[in-house]
């Protein structure tokens, strides 16, 4: 089992930044890799940026250049640094953690934080 903290979540205006930091504990190791969702109103939920534990980060086309994902293997914790926040950005941001196990992956997921964008 793993155990997600998320925090950094808020209301922003538009061009304003936040950052999201989600810790890990718990079963964490075999981690293949860590990232962020988000889910709008009325929305499916969709990826926002993942990063492996070997291999390329992954943005979604919308968030490119304005949202960084970094990790502190140390500390367990990955990070989401939003900048250029615009309207559409409000959604509920979740961290998510797939693990290895045997030939597959199993997802845990935080409780998610509210990420809302003023216009």
């Known amino acids: 089992q793993v155990q997600l903290v998320e925090s950094g979540g808020g209301l922003v205006q538009a061009g304003g930044s936040l950052r999201l930091s989600c810790a890990a504990s718990?079963?964490?190791?075999?981690?293949?890799?860590m990232g962020w969702y988000r889910q709008a109103p009325g929305k499916q939920r969709e990826l926002v940026a993942s990063i492996p534990s070997s291999g390329r980060k992954i943005y979604a086309d919308s968030v490119k250049g304005r949202f960084t994902i970094s990790r502190d293997n140390a500390k367990n914790t990955v990070y989401l640094q939003m900048n250029s926040l615009k309207p559409e950005d409000t959604a509920v941001y979740y961290c998510?953690?797939?693990?290895?196990?045997?030939?597959?992956?199993?997802?845990?997921w935080g409780q998610g934080t509210q990420v809302t964008v003023s216009s």
């Open positions: 718990g079963t964490i190791f075999s981690i293949a890799a």
């Open positions: 998510n953690v797939q693990r290895k196990v045997g030939t597959g992956t199993v997802a845990s």
